[in-house]
């Protein structure tokens, strides 16, 4: 194969490619994953909008903000103060796209397409017609679902987990009239979009790696991507099955989730469904899903911190181990976001004891990560504080996920602040960090053009504060009872005194937004104005580095580079320099890790 | 116009910020400042803000802690409750333990173990030992977790005993209804269908089906006269369908009806809105039922949580221990309450679908009983009938 690929790249560096074929219809897995990450950032930026508009009432309960005004009009926000209907659709669009769109759609869309060919030793993925139709669907569903922001009714409004009957029937709430519709057609469309690419992902992990690099020899991250692309392919079209039935709910009279409702006066015939069936279909897409998101972060900043500790990482088959054991695990503890739902308490049971077995595999992770810090020579580049406070963050977010898994104990917190602490500690700054870690590190080969370091160190110090000052304090909230979802509390005397709280909140909130406009700004300007990459800036042994700085067509000018050794040789005493690429030759008397 | 001015300003702070970019870069040029090498002093700076950030997070958890722990829910008011809150407090210390220790190593190895030149990390790729260790030591904390956990658990959930009394809750958008056994000791059985103004619950009896039938009837007769009047068609064939929809139903009316002939147990039912009240130390099994979409009984000082769901009936089972005019004492607060609230979201009024829950003395909650009316009463029903319930 290589030889004729070799031909192929040779032939494509004199083409002249048209501005359609290059930048829109790529099916280079290098310009897709531009696009992916494009995207995804201007989703994010969407959704932390959202979010801050809603911040802005639960801190300041039924004042008037100009700026909500000015964004939502009259109809949304009359003389400023949110309305009750927009408030639940910024809730659920927001985490709609911080989940799907940001940290699904962007994360694994953006390095799994980059990564996987460079790092394995490829040309291009399997399939790369497959590849840009993964993409245009994402961008199709992206649109669908930012349009609905702006439908008369309302975008959907159910929360992100759309359960019916509330999602089912427009007579319940109107963010599920159309804004329900378009909120499921784009989601359909997204879950072709993953599908597409997970399986090429794993298609060409499998079959394209360059000659001698083993399984045991691929860097984390693409270990991370290959299980987080299995889940997906596993999980997601449960989620179709499911979004499906309700569309049948919604629009053909069929009886899937529905039964014994009078809703606004009406009787409705259906009887003999239940919501609980679509709570099962849900979660067992929404719970591996967790992982798809977290997955692509772990693996990154496994490969970061080792670069940057100039160390290798420390248990390299442990983490690969936990990584498929959470991989597993996954699907087999869904039932957990269901204790209160009326489900068979022996079942709970069962949920509460494979829940809480995913904490060993992330407990090995997480004294793994604290090794390869131990003595190392920690190297701060602001992918690297990401990293660290990814460890940080996991371990905040990760704890509180044993109080949630224990039943018992989920009996008072479900569905409180607390759950929402908890999960946005770990999606919302863990997955997230795991993300600029990725950004940071991998510009360079992204657009050939370095970040501003002090940036990115004034944007991380700043996240990292603001993050924690937002989802802190929620646990607070929570554990007083407070439940998730709530236009306002003040009708409440037991939260009277958490007004501070949730005005702390918000600033920290408006912080975060502030942040992440120092990281908008490195970002763009540094594309057109960054000082140029040098081939290897991180002095890292991946194969990633071993191409050229310009993206070529096939990824390197002549052949494939062959593999010779495990990714993580940094700071080996039996070299003088601190990396050893794993294109190097074994030495006589070196033995093969 | 201000508008104008907000993007304006915009515009012009990313163009100053973007001309300063440039500068630093020309002069990051000058003096030959590579951004893939970091120096020493940023090295040296971010290790530093990583002690800082060990005594900044500690420092921000304590203070949080101190400054909100005081409003944390009062003492559990239920048995469960305080099984709950053992609990809590055993997952706590352990949490607390792994948060500070695993951070303490986080930071303090971030702070020291920076870049220096000319040296060489410690080549450490992994010890099979250290990982069995660090796998069997979570493994067996989990288990104490896992144990401790389902016991509780367990306990929880254990069936009523004999002699629990019965609540129904029953939600709909967007309020609580409670409904007690009356008399009988029994919860009379319901139908969606029968639900109406004057039987919310939908209780099944003679006279709510026949009630019911009737409504239907009158709207059938209605809707097939109006069919033999002059219509556009799109009106038509909605009306058509409604028919057939009425007739449908009045139909299922009709099986509920002989299915139930004389059934008594719904009559004597007490139907509650507004405010209930349950007795202390008495075991209460709640039977949960939603006429709409999901809600959630959400009940924080008891512990209680249950979804209610419509088409299905969902229970829990707890025993209040400490009554409202107790709890106002402890706290020192005479206008506390407990409460119902809702913790599913259902729709824009969600945030206010509440109710308050009083715990009485056994007798209070007798006198309580004794001053509520049957069900009964509640329909617009001859006075013969009534007399039926009373022989």
């Not at chain 1, 932390?48 to 309960?61: A, Y």
């Not at chain 2, 090295?43 to 944390?72: D, E, T």
């Not at chain 2, 005479?334 to 009083?358: R, S, T, W």
Request: hydrophobic letters at 45%.
């Amino acid at each position: 194969m290589s030889t004729l690929a070799e031909a192929h790249a040779h032939a494509h560096a004199g083409h002249t490619e048209t501005f359609v074929s290059k930048y829109v219809f790529s099916m280079d897995h290098k310009m897709i994953s531009k696009q992916f990450l494009i995207t995804a950032v201007f989703m994010a930026v969407v959704g932390m909008m959202l979010s801050i508009f809603f911040r802005l009432q639960l801190g300041w309960d039924g004042e008037s903000f100009a700026i909500l005004n000015a964004f939502l009009g009259d109809k949304w926000a009359p003389g400023g103060v949110l309305d009750k209907n927009m408030y639940l659709s910024l809730v659920t669009i927001h985490g709609t796209i911080m989940v799907f769109f940001v940290l699904t759609g962007g994360l694994s869309g953006t390095f799994s397409n980059l990564l996987i060919p460079m790092q394995i030793g490829a040309r291009d993925m399997a399939s790369g017609f497959l590849n840009m139709l993964s993409y245009w669907f994402f961008f199709v569903s992206s649109v669908i679902m930012f349009l609905s922001l702006f439908l008369e009714s309302g975008a959907a409004s159910g929360g992100w987990t759309i359960y019916p009957p509330l999602s089912a029937l427009p007579q319940a709430m109107p963010g599920s009239g159309a804004g329900m519709t378009w909120w499921l057609v784009s989601m359909a469309l997204f879950i072709v979009s993953s599908l597409l690419g997970s399986l090429n992902y794993i298609v060409t992990i499998l079959n394209l790696r360059t000659k001698g690099m083993k399984m045991t020899r691929m860097p984390l991250t693409i270990w991370a991507f290959l299980i987080t692309a299995i889940i997906g392919v596993l999980s997601f079209p449960v989620l179709f099955s499911a979004v499906l039935l309700l569309i049948m709910d919604r629009t053909m009279g069929t009886a899937f989730y529905l039964s014994d409702i009078v809703i606004a006066g009406e009787v409705l015939e259906q009887t003999g469904g239940s919501p609980i069936l679509y709570e099962h279909l849900f979660w067992f897409l929404g719970h591996p899903e967790v992982y798809i998101v977290l997955l692509p972060a772990l693996g990154i900043t496994s490969e970061v911190i080792s670069t940057n500790t100039r160390k290798p990482i420390f248990g390299y088959r442990a983490m690969i181990g936990s990584l498929i054991a959470i991989g597993f695990l996954s699907f087999i503890v869904w039932g957990h976001h269901m204790f209160v739902s009326g489900m068979s308490p022996f079942l709970g049971s069962v949920f509460v004891f494979t829940t809480l077995l995913i904490a060993i595999p992330s407990a090995v992770k997480t004294f793994n990560y604290l090794t390869t810090l131990w003595r190392g020579n920690i190297v701060y580049t602001p992918g690297m504080l990401f990293s660290i406070g990814l460890v940080s963050t996991f371990v905040s977010g990760g704890l509180t996920g044993i109080i949630l898994a224990d039943s018992a104990l989920d009996i008072n917190v479900h569905d409180t602040y607390f759950v929402v602490g908890h999960f946005h500690i770990v999606m919302g700054l863990s997955a997230i960090f795991g993300m600029f870690a990725g950004v940071y590190h991998w510009f360079p080969k992204m657009f050939g053009r370095m970040m501003n370091n002090k940036m990115g160190y004034l944007h991380f110090w700043l996240t990292i504060i603001a993050g924690y000052g937002v989802f802190f304090p929620m646990h607070f909230l929570g554990l007083a009872g407070a439940p998730r979802r709530y236009y306002s509390y003040s009708d409440y005397p037991m939260f009277e005194n958490f007004v501070d709280l949730n005005q702390l909140v918000t600033l920290f909130a408006i912080l975060g937004g502030i942040a992440q406009v120092v990281f908008l700004f490195n970002f763009f300007n540094s594309i057109f104005n960054g000082q140029k990459a040098p081939q290897n800036p991180w002095k890292s042994n991946t194969l990633e580095w071993t191409t050229p700085v310009e993206h070529v067509h096939g990824n390197w000018y002549g052949k494939i580079p062959e593999v010779h050794r495990w990714p993580y040789d940094y700071s080996n005493p039996a070299f003088e320099a601190d990396f050893v690429p794993q294109t190097v030759p074994l030495g006589p008397d070196e033995e093969a890790h | 116009m201000n508008r104008i001015f907000v993007v304006l300003i915009v515009a012009l702070a990313v163009i100053a910020l973007a001309q300063l970019m440039r500068i630093y870069q020309l002069s990051s040029k000058v003096r030959n400042i590579k951004e893939e090498e970091i120096s020493d002093a940023d090295n040296r700076l971010n290790a530093s803000l990583m002690l800082v950030s060990l005594f900044a997070y500690f420092g921000f958890v304590i203070w949080q802690i101190v400054h909100w722990g005081p409003y944390m829910l009062p003492e559990a008011a239920s048995e469960h409750g305080a099984a709950i809150d053992q609990l809590f407090n055993f997952n706590w210390a352990l949490l607390f333990t792994v948060f500070f220790g695993i951070h303490t190593a986080l930071f303090v190895f971030a702070w020291k173990y920076y870049y220096r030149a000319g040296t060489k990390a410690y080549f450490y790729p992994h010890n099979n030992k250290l990982e069995f260790i660090w796998t069997i030591v979570p493994s067996v904390v989990l288990a104490a977790v896992i144990i401790f956990g389902l016991i509780t658990w367990s306990e929880i959930q254990k069936p009523k005993g004999e002699n629990a009394i019965t609540i129904e809750l029953y939600s709909k958008q967007f309020d609580w209804t409670a409904r007690y056994t009356g008399k009988d000791d029994q919860l009379g059985k319901s139908n969606y269908l029968l639900v109406s103004g004057t039987n919310p619950l939908g209780i099944i009896s003679d006279e709510s089906t026949a009630d019911k039938l009737a409504e239907y009837e009158e709207t059938i007769i209605r809707q097939e006269q109006k069919l033999e009047t002059i219509l556009p068609d799109g009106k038509r064939k909605e009306l058509e369908h409604s028919l057939a929809k009425n007739k449908r139903l009045r139909a299922r009316i009709v099986d509920i009806q002989l299915k139930n002939a004389g059934l008594q147990t719904g009559k004597d039912d007490h139907v509650v809105k507004g405010e209930m009240h349950i007795p202390v130390n008495t075991e209460i099994e709640f039977l949960f039922r939603s006429q709409d979409v999901i809600h959630s009984a959400y009940m924080p000082h008891f512990r209680l949580q249950m979804n209610s769901v419509p088409g299905d009936v969902t229970r829990f089972v707890m025993t209040p221990t400490i009554t409202t005019a107790e709890m106002r004492n402890k706290l020192n607060n005479p206008e506390f309450n407990y409460i119902l609230m809702c913790n599913k979201v259902c729709g824009a009024a969600h945030y206010n679908m509440q109710m308050d829950v009083i715990v009485d003395s056994p007798e209070d909650y007798q006198k309580w009983v004794d001053e509520q009316k049957p069900f009964i009463t509640e329909t617009t029903l001859q006075d013969d009938n009534i007399q039926l319930v009373e022989n």
